[in-house]
T-cell receptor
Framework: AQSVSQHNHHVILSEAASLELGCNYSYGGTVNLFWYVQYPGQHLQLLLKYFSGDPLVKGIKGFEAEFIKSKFSFNLRKPSVQWSDTAEYFCAVNLPWNYGGSQGNLIFGKGTKLSVKP | KAGVTQTPRYLIKTRGQQVTLSCSPISGHRSVSWYQQTPGQGLQFLFEYFSETQRNKGNFPGRFSGRQFSNSRSEMNVSTLELGDSALYLC????????????FGPGTRLTVT
């Protein structure tokens, strides 16, 4: 089975600190990559996506992610976090349409809870 | 454009009962996927429907079933509920079957007592 690993279960930062959340996936072929965010009490929202091209992608609210193919990684970064960034962050990998696995085409990591102290 | 809607938002059922959850995708989206979210297991894939056909099915028992209608609306059904079925059930829609980002609804919080 394919997998997505998020290295940190819970990250606690102070406001203005820099953020980097790790994400690694196991599939060896071409993939599309996503980061989703779930704010407390809200539904999952797309933060950013990578399909092809520039491996450094920018998303909403100042977030960016870098795709490093050789490392099967798609790490999320933000230079300066705010209290309002407190949320759970999910990395997801979209496998090819004909993959047909029981995991579905969009495989999620377990999520990283980010707590930002004001 | 209206987002993905799910009904009901909250549900309390008793062991052994059955439940039907509904999902209306974003207008124009033809693919609907269902996930179960729990604190311990995270997001687990249940099934995906595209043009009324089930494309993929996750590793859940046969008590979990679903369908998609011609207007792309989808329902999932869980029969003979167990305590372990308590979870947040999420529906996501996307434009096509794969390779496109999925947009999630608010979920249905199911509690089985």
């Amino acid at each position: 089975a394919q997998s997505v690993s998020q290295h940190n279960h819970h990250v606690i930062l102070s406001e203005a600190a820099s953020l980097e959340l790790g994400c690694n996936y196991s599939y060896g072929g071409t993939v599309n990559l996503f980061w989703y965010v779930q704010y407390p009490g809200q539904h999952l929202q797309l933060l950013l996506k990578y399909f092809s091209g520039d491996p450094l992608v920018k998303g909403i609210k100042g977030f960016e992610a870098e795709f490093i193919k050789s490392k099967f990684s798609f790490n999320l970064r933000k230079p300066s976090v705010q209290w309002s960034d407190t949320a759970e962050y999910f990395c997801a990998v979209n496998l090819p349409w004909n993959y047909g696995g029981s995991q579905g085409n969009l495989i999620f990591g377990k999520g990283t809870k980010l707590s930002v102290k004001p | 454009k209206a987002g993905v809607t799910q009904t009901p938002r909250y549900l309390i059922k008793t062991r052994g009962q059955q439940v039907t959850l509904s999902c209306s995708p974003i207008s124009g989206h033809r693919s609907v996927s269902w996930y179960q979210q729990t604190p311990g297991q995270g997001l687990q894939f249940l099934f995906e429907y595209f043009s009324e056909t089930q494309r993929n099915k996750g590793n859940f028992p046969g008590r979990f079933s679903g369908r998609q209608f011609s207007n792309s609306r989808s329902e999932m059904n869980v029969s003979t509920l167990e305590l372990g079925d308590s979870a947040l059930y999420l529906c996501a829609s996307s434009l096509e079957a794969s390779g496109y980002e999925q947009y999630f609804g608010p979920g249905t919080r199911l509690t089985v007592t």
